[in-house]
């Protein structure tokens, strides 16, 4: 078949030059409706079992939600059995309305009530399609004859619910396929349920918008809301909600527009779940608030739960770049991410705003951890690799180091593909930079300052047999050095070294980078040590080790000397 575009027609927006939305920003969370044990479990190739259900329920109560569609019980008998079952065993809390679906039609009504028999607060939710393509293609029925279908099903909801006076009642109405209705004549709907449910007199009342199928930009959809605020009688009096659909990928942006264009209420399932392509999702809108400085109202701190009884539940897998719940979402392999990542952290109090590059939020309020948003693979730089040795292992690198560092892990992770964990990370780092042989070991040092600098002496390899070198300088390195030029019949330069302290309760206090150019070889090496000095001398000892032939021991005999060599 061919790929031909012309089939299809485009979505024709409504003229709206008044509109007021793009000026409006979201102060506070809508209501929010969770639609997961119905929509939601009405998409899955395997219907939730009864015991699924009731675990995602008290999911849904635990987060905050207070308004939860928890099936068509009047359509499906395992719906009505769970229903029956969370008001038999008195699992709803006294401040969550339970709400259920049912078509306008009587009988339907009837057993829907059925099932709602000794609740404490439900929304019965009634529908019908109003589209142009349902009227003219599935029922055949002009407007007059499916506007008298929505009436007739308001009746019916009024007239029952009266038999059940111990009950909250609030009715909701849904104009299914909204989107796709001429909006004078869901304006006209819409007035004439609330003709008979009369929300101006105190019933509580939601008219319900629903993008049943995703049509059209959700500009467009915010101008369908905003219209039909401005325009339906008793609006002070009744909530306008909005069921938003995923087709063309844009279900939060149009129920948060939809918000701003006047929505009270948001519909809506735990990582977007439903029908085809989805529902609008809960999780994202309500974070997307998080992240403004709007509280939520619903509480997403146990989102590692939250992904884990969805999973369990729905047995859909959660996407690793799902936002906000996706195992990678806060995770950076590259390098210059990597690096502004580290540098914010590193700047940041606990007491501050938060303002870090590349992460919207703090992934601590989602109760994820840090070690989570660095790791590194062979596109990471040597900020990444520098974060990762100073959050596990304390190791603060030089910039000259952390390049040349990051050369070895990258190496590493292009020779073994995928990513290169923290253990090698530090196994890499130990092993190039820390190792230290036996014959190079600092055993003591002695330093004694003069009107000409430093004399230092130093006793290095194992300890039955060490070696000692004595040298002078304007420094303890330049000293050292100079014992090991003499020693070695080397040219020894010193291009770069720093030492750092390490935090209290670490064996190593310190820890020294050092760089040297020994007869036009470079080398580095670092060193953990008690004391700045220390750590200092035997990274000089270990990088020129990596150049010098043999061992002090066997240049100190070499040269005819057995315990010390003078300069």
Same mark, same amino acid.
């Given at each position: *078949? ?16 008044d509109r007021r939305w793009p000026d409006q920003v979201i102060e506070k969370a809508p209501r929010w409706c969770a639609v997961d044990l119905r929509d939601g479990n009405q998409a ?96 055949? *029925? ?117 918000? *701003? ?307």
């Open positions: *078949m061919a790929f031909d575009h012309r089939k299809y027609i485009p979505f024709k927006p409504m003229a709206k030059t899955l190739v395997k219907p939730m079992t009864v015991a699924q259900k009731q675990r995602l329920f008290d999911l849904l109560v635990k987060v905050g939600f207070k308004e939860i569609e928890i099936g068509f019980p009047a359509a499906s008998q395992p719906d009505f059995d769970f229903c029956r079952k969370l008001i038999e065993e008195n699992r709803i809390p006294d401040d969550v309305h339970i709400q259920v679906l049912t078509q306008a039609r009587p009988e339907l009504i009837e057993r829907t009530y059925k099932a709602l028999e000794g609740a404490k607060k439900a929304i019965v939710h009634v529908y019908n399609s109003t589209s142009t393509v349902q009227r003219e293609q599935v029922f055949g *029925m002009d407007r007059e004859g499916v506007k008298e279908i929505a009436v007739n099903g308001a009746r019916v909801v009024k007239s029952i619910a009266e038999r059940y006076p111990d009950t909250e009642w609030t009715f909701q109405y849904s104009p299914e396929s909204f989107t796709g209705t001429e909006m004078d004549y869901a304006a006209e709907v819409i007035d004439a349920v609330n003709d008979v449910w009369r929300p101006d007199q105190g019933q509580p009342v939601v008219i319900n918008l629903p993008a049943t199928v995703e049509m059209a930009t959700p500009n467009v959809f915010a101008d369908q809301i905003e219209w039909i605020c401005d325009r339906v009688r008793y609006r002070e009096h009744i909530a306008i909600s909005v069921h938003t659909h995923n087709d063309r990928g844009c279900a939060v942006a149009a129920a948060e527009l939809a918000v *701003m264009a006047g929505a009270d209420r948001v519909e809506g399932t735990l990582m977007g779940n439903g029908e085809r392509t989805g529902n609008m999702d809960l999780v994202t809108m309500a974070m997307n608030l998080y992240s403004q400085g709007v509280d939520p109202t619903v509480n997403l701190s146990g989102i590692a739960e939250i992904t884990d009884v969805v999973e369990a539940c729905t047995e859909i897998s959660t996407h690793p770049r799902h936002p906000y719940a996706g195992e990678l979402v806060f995770t950076a392999f590259s390098g210059s991410h990597q690096d502004a990542i580290r540098k914010c952290l590193s700047k940041r109090k606990d007491d501050d705003l938060w303002n870090v590059a590349y992460l919207p939020i703090d992934p601590r309020d989602l109760g994820r951890k840090y070690e989570e948003v660095v790791r590194i693979n062979s596109q990471s730089g040597k900020g990444g690799v520098a974060y990762i040795l100073e959050r596990d292992y304390n190791i603060s690198l030089p910039r000259w180091l952390q390049i040349e560092f990051s050369k070895v892990v990258q190496r590493e992770a292009e020779t073994n593909g995928g990513e290169i964990d923290s253990l090698t990370i530090h196994r890499l780092f130990e092993t190039r930079y820390l190792k230290v042989r036996k014959a190079w070991e600092l055993r003591s040092y002695d330093l004694h300052r003069d009107d000409n600098g430093v004399n230092a002496t130093v006793s290095i390899g194992p300890e039955a047999s060490p070696t000692t070198l004595s040298g002078h300088g304007l420094g303890a390195v330049e000293a050292v050095s100079a014992a090991l030029e003499s020693l070695f019949d080397v040219s020894i330069a010193v291009e770069a070294y720093d030492e750092f302290a390490l935090s209290e309760g670490t064996k190593a206090n310190a820890l020294a980078c050092i760089r040297v150019t020994a007869n036009g070889e470079h080398c580095s090496a670092a060193a953990l040590a008690e004391d700045t000095t220390s750590a200092t001398l035997q990274a000089l000892f270990s990088a020129v080790s990596q150049v010098v032939p043999t061992d002090p021991s066997g240049a100190v005999q070499k040269a005819g000397e057995t315990e010390q060599v003078g300069v």
